[in-house]
């Protein structure tokens, strides 16, 4: 499991430093934002603090992996939020939020349902664990 976290951790990392290089006009003019740079900064950092504990730590990888993607997935919630309802709303803002969030959720997902071990966590039928 820890190389699939890892990897979706890795990417993220990646695709909010891409994103706080164009709000802070380094890679696309026009589109500067720094406050919006600052946040999405801050999210990259924590992604990577989760990516370099899971390095360190492998036993922790599920812990860390859900810490640094749940907080990275609540600011990218209220960045988008803050896109949609308050302005100003860019198709770049927009799309690169929603890419943010389908890669959140996805790796958020994977390293929730899958063990230490790579597999998939047993799905339990509630029926079987009901009182008789």
């Not at 890892?6 to 890679?27: C, M, N, P, T």
């Not at 992604?47 to 640094?68: D, I, N």
């Amino acid at each position: 499991m820890s190389g699939r976290v890892q990897l979706f951790l890795a990417v993220e990392v990646v695709v909010f430093v891409a994103a706080a290089l164009v709000h802070f006009g380094l890679l696309i003019d026009g589109h500067e934002d720094a406050a919006a740079g600052i946040a999405e900064s801050v999210i990259a950092l924590v992604l990577l603090a989760g990516l370099v504990l899971s390095w360190l730590r492998p036993g922790a990888t599920r812990t860390a992996g859900v810490a640094a993607q749940g907080f990275a997935l609540l600011g990218t919630c209220v960045g988008f939020t803050l896109v949609i309802f308050v302005g100003p709303t860019r198709a770049l803002d927009v799309t690169f939020h929603g890419i943010m969030l389908a890669l959140l959720v996805s790796g958020l997902a994977t390293t929730i349902l899958f063990g230490r071990d790579g597999r998939p966590l047993p799905v339990h039928d509630a029926a079987e664990n009901a009182p008789s």
